[in-house]
C-alpha cells in the first residue's frame, strides 16, 4: 500500500524561528517520486519540489530545505528563519507505480507569527 | 506562461441544479486531473486523464459525477443533480510526462468554490 504521514497538523512559530515539517511514506515501488505543495491562505496549490527515488541528495533554495533520507523513508521539509508569509498548508505527496496518481498527506498548517 | 485556467471561481447554486466547471490545461501538458478539496476529507482525486483519455475514474463519488476531455486544451466536470454535500472546491491540474517515466510534478488551477445550498 501507498501512503503519505504528515503527523503534525498545525505548527505554530514565531518569525525567524526555524520550523521542520516532517513526511512521511511508505511504497514497495523501487522507483518513485516525492513532492512538496504550499497553499497559501488564498487557496491556490504551489508546486514547491520534486524529487526521485534515487536521488538522495538534499536540496536547499533560499530558505528551505529538503533532507530526503530512504532509510526512514522521509522526506522532511525545512524552512529557515521564517516568515509571516510562509504561512499556510504545506502538503507533502507521492507518486509510485505505473500511474500519474498523486498520494497525498494530509498537510500541515503552519502558521507564523509576527 | 498561463497556467491551468479554471472556470467559474465561485459558483452558488441550488440543490438539484446541473453544474458544470470547466479547465484549460497548460499547453503542451498531456495529462489532466481533477481533485475535490474539503475540511473533512482533505484533497481527493477524482479522476485524471492521459491524452485526452480517461485513466482512473476510481475516485468520482457517484453517477451524478461525470467528466470529459473532448480535446488536448478542455476538460468539463458536470455534477448533476448537485446536493449541498458536493460544496467544496474543485481543483483542476495538469502536468507533462518525464522523458521515459511518470512522476511529473502537477500544476494546479485557482479552484472553482462551490456551494450547493
Redesign the interface.
Given at each position: 500500500a501507498q501512503k503519505v504521514t504528515q503527523a503534525q497538523t498545525e505548527i505554530s512559530v514565531v518569525e525567524k524561528e526555524d520550523v521542520t515539517l516532517d513526511c512521511v511514506y511508505e511504497t514497495r515501488d523501487t522507483?518513485?517520486?516525492l513532492?512538496w505543495?504550499k497553499q497559501p491562505p488564498s487557496?491556490?496549490?504551489?508546486?514547491l519540489i520534486?524529487r526521485?527515488s534515487f536521488d538522495e541528495q538534499n536540496e536547499i533554495s533560499g530558505r528551505y530545505s529538503w533532507n530526503f533520507q530512504k532509510s526512514t523513508s522521509s522526506f522532511n521539509f525545512t524552512i529557515t528563519a521564517s516568515q509571516v508569509v510562509d504561512s499556510a498548508v504545506y502538503?507533502c505527496a507521492l507518486?509510485a507505480?505505473?500511474?500519474?496518481?498523486?498520494i497525498?498527506g494530509?498537510?500541515t498548517s503552519l502558521a507564523v507569527n509576527p | 506562461d498561463a497556467g491551468v485556467i479554471q472556470s467559474p471561481r465561485h459558483e452558488v447554486t441550488e440543490m438539484g441544479q446541473e453544474v458544470t466547471l470547466r479547465c484549460k490545461p497548460i499547453s503542451g501538458h498531456n495529462?489532466l486531473?481533477w481533485y475535490r478539496q474539503t475540511m473533512m476529507r482533505?484533497?481527493e482525486?477524482l479522476i485524471?486523464f492521459?491524452n485526452n483519455v480517461p485513466?482512473?475514474d476510481s475516485g468520482m463519488p457517484e453517477d451524478r459525477f461525470s467528466a470529459k476531455m473532448p480535446n488536448a486544451s478542455f476538460s468539463t466536470l458536470k455534477i448533476q443533480p448537485s446536493e449541498p454535500r458536493d460544496s467544496a472546491?474543485y481543483?483542476c491540474?495538469s502536468?507533462s510526462r518525464l522523458a521515459g517515466?511518470?512522476?511529473?510534478?502537477?500544476?494546479?488551477g485557482?479552484?472553482t468554490?462551490l456551494t450547493v445550498l
Open positions: 522507483t518513485y517520486y513532492f505543495y487557496g491556490e496549490l504551489v508546486f520534486r526521485n502538503f507518486n507505480g505505473n500511474n500519474r496518481k498523486l497525498w494530509l498537510g | 495529462s486531473f482533505g484533497l482525486l485524471y492521459n485513466i482512473d472546491v481543483f491540474a502536468s517515466g511518470e512522476g511529473n510534478e502537477q500544476f494546479f485557482p479552484g468554490r
